[in-house]
């Protein structure tokens, strides 16, 4: 883990074994874990069910931080190694301040640390008491099928990750399922996320990007690269809209480097606050071209 060096990957120092307790010795992030992170910026929910979520983020916070995520991803790929449990909990968040704005870099952390913390998330049926679970809800169907993990399925996951941005972690992927049934319905055929969640609303483009990350066939879902492209398009669209305060327009490709998929031209009204209320912007796409 020393050898890994990377700016959006946690840094591993070493370890203190001479005694107990033992010790991991980690890159300090003063802001902690980045699902807590993401719940720490927003308002108590509103009593209405479905009520908008009231959050001090940015789109273009959202954003960055899920290209730092992706940053690293691109160096796992690259590297050829596979996290197996890429999941917001397992993200580490250090905020600074600089020149009186708020500088965020997010890291991927080292695998299982957040276990103890965010026990609920890990299924463990069949497995001795006290043993490691499996993250069932963030897991691509051919890891719980046929115990198959690749790139590609590290893939699936940061797909996931992208919906507990976009809802600044105030519900995880199949909240109102149990892991059972996540489980039972991988097994006949696939689920993903927003197959169960009828009401997030999302700008088109990261709904697409999730699509794409959530193929059944995992040869068929983009690169961590290509994806990387669609992110940083956005994000240079939404800061030129948002500098200039008129109407612009960004091409967006995501680019499958085995199936050449098409790219997508977005056509945006210019200013838009948050993802939760930009297709209430009537948000005019014409040439939008829909990933299935």
């Given at each position: 883990?020393?050898q890994?060096?990377?700016?959006?990957?946690l840094?591993?120092?070493?370890v203190?074994?001479?005694?107990?307790p033992?010790?991991?010795?980690?890159?300090?992030?003063n802001?902690?874990?980045?699902l807590s992170y993401l719940?720490s910026?927003?308002a108590p929910?509103?009593?209405?069910?479905y009520?908008p979520?009231?959050?001090?983020l940015t789109?273009?916070?959202?954003?960055?931080?899920?290209?730092d995520i992706?940053?690293?991803c691109?160096?796992?790929?690259?590297t050829k190694?596979i996290h197996r449990?890429?999941?917001?909990?397992?993200?580490?968040?250090r905020?600074?301040?600089?020149d009186?704005?708020?500088?965020?870099t997010v890291?991927?952390?080292?695998f299982g640390m957040?276990r103890?913390v965010y026990?609920?998330?890990?299924?463990?049926?069949?497995?001795?008491r006290?043993?490691?679970?499996?993250?069932v809800?963030w897991m691509?169907p051919?890891c719980?099928?046929?115990n198959?993990?690749?790139t590609?399925?590290d893939v699936w996951s940061f797909g996931?990750?992208?919906?507990?941005?976009m809802?600044?972690?105030?519900?995880?992927p199949y909240?109102?399922?149990?892991n059972?049934?996540?489980?039972?319905?991988?097994?006949?055929?696939g689920i993903?996320?927003?197959?169960?969640d009828?009401?997030?609303?999302?700008?088109?483009?990261v709904r697409?990007?999730?699509l794409?990350?959530?193929?059944?066939?995992?040869d068929?879902?983009p690169t961590?690269r290509?994806?990387?492209?669609?992110?940083e398009s956005?994000?240079?669209?939404?800061?030129?809209?948002?500098?200039?305060?008129?109407?612009?327009?960004?091409?967006?490709?995501?680019i499958?480097?085995?199936?050449?998929?098409?790219g997508?031209?977005l056509?945006?009204p210019?200013?838009c606050?948050s993802?939760?209320t930009?297709r209430?912007?009537e948000?005019?796409?014409g040439?939008i071209?829909?990933?299935?």
């Open positions: 883990m020393s890994i060096q990377h700016p959006n990957i840094h591993f120092y070493g203190c074994v001479e005694k107990e033992f010790y991991i010795v980690m890159e300090y992030m802001s902690g874990d980045l719940q910026t927003c929910a509103a009593a209405e069910p009520a979520v009231v959050s001090s789109v273009a916070d959202l954003l960055n931080m899920a290209r992706n940053q690293g691109v160096y796992l790929e690259d190694k449990d890429l999941a917001a909990r397992n993200c580490l968040v905020c600074e301040e600089v009186g704005a708020v500088r965020r890291k991927i952390a080292d957040s103890d026990s609920k998330d890990y299924y463990r049926r069949g497995m001795r006290g043993g490691p679970g499996v993250p809800k691509a051919e719980l099928t046929e198959i993990h690749t590609q399925s996931v990750v992208l919906y507990e941005l809802a600044y972690g105030q519900k995880g909240h109102e399922l149990s059972d049934y996540v489980l039972e319905m991988q097994k006949r055929g993903h996320p927003l197959m169960v009828k009401t997030m609303e999302l700008e088109p483009t697409n990007v999730m794409q990350c959530w193929k059944m066939n995992r068929e879902r961590f290509s994806v990387l492209q669609v992110l956005l994000l240079e669209n939404y800061i030129a809209t948002n500098e200039a305060g008129s109407q612009g327009e960004t091409e967006v490709f995501l499958n480097e085995k199936h050449q998929t098409e997508t031209m056509t945006g210019g200013k606050e993802f939760p930009l209430r912007k948000y005019s796409a040439n071209i829909a990933f299935s």
